[in-house]
């Protein structure tokens, strides 16, 4: 088992670009969430996917878009890119109503110029 | 000018000897708490969890204890190896049967030969 992968593992983009973030889950796993992990801090949940629709989100704009595919696998896109949103973009997987248990991908670094 | 975000917490230590990371939490309804442990470019792997009705649990190596009077956390890891070397989240899930953690800022442990 591969555990949750996600691609790439680096990007780099100019500010107005558009990003896609790719994330597949552990196996056997049917919901993914992403998270933005600023450099010193911890995760904030961006969004939630289940049964290819958005289930829960967190605080972030519009720019913040996402699916998830009838495989599970999901993807993350950010439009009108700024240079805030550089970040490490983590996917993380669990069964639906799993409290707590996510497993998560080892990221993706966005870098923003 | 720098940024004090990118300046974590940092616990230093020599190998063998016994680590407490402290976490204060924000939300004093919060019923469920999990310790993630976080190594250079990989995503927070999950350490030890504790639901609120309880003040301790132990794992191996680990020990969570849990104070609701002062909204304090914190995580002992005995006999610390270089391998523990790693950053720290705390995370809390509020009740409602809410399966999104809100992680804290983080602690870097420093675990010396």
């Known amino acids: 088992d591969a555990g949750v992968t996600q691609s790439p593992t680096h990007l780099i983009k100019t500010r107005g670009q558009q990003v896609t973030l790719r994330c597949s889950p552990k196996?056997?796993?049917?919901?993914v969430s992403w998270y933005q992990q600023a450099l010193g801090q911890g995760p904030q949940f961006i969004f939630q996917?289940?049964?290819?629709?958005?289930?829960q989100r967190g605080n972030f704009p519009d720019r913040f878009s996402g699916h998830q595919f009838p495989n599970y696998s999901s993807e993350l896109n950010v439009n009108a890119l700024w240079l805030g949103d550089s970040a490490l973009y983590l996917c993380?997987?669990?069964?639906?109503?799993?409290?707590?248990?996510?497993?998560f991908g080892p990221g993706t670094r966005l870098t923003v110029l | 000018g720098e940024s004090v975000g990118l300046h974590l917490p940092t616990l230093s230590v020599q190998e063998g000897d016994n680590s407490i990371i402290n976490c204060a939490y924000s939300?004093?309804?919060?019923?469920?708490f999990i310790w993630y442990k976080q190594e250079s470019g990989k995503g927070p792997q999950f350490i030890i969890d504790?639901?609120?009705?309880?003040d301790k649990r132990q794992g191996q190596r680990v020990t969570v204890l849990l104070n609701k009077t002062v909204k304090h956390l914190s995580l002992q890891i005995a006999a610390t190896q270089p391998g523990d070397s790693a950053v720290y989240f705390c995370?809390?899930?509020?009740?409602?049967?809410?399966?999104?953690?809100?992680f804290g800022r983080g602690t870097s442990l420093i675990v010396h030969p």
């Open positions: 993380a997987s669990s069964l639906v109503d799993s409290r707590g248990e996510q497993f």
């Open positions: 196996s056997g796993h049917d919901t």
């Open positions: 996917y289940y049964e290819e629709e958005e289930r």
């Open positions: 939300n004093s309804a919060s019923d469920y």
């Open positions: 504790i639901r609120s009705n309880m």
């Open positions: 995370a809390e899930l509020p009740p409602g049967g809410s399966y999104i953690p809100t």
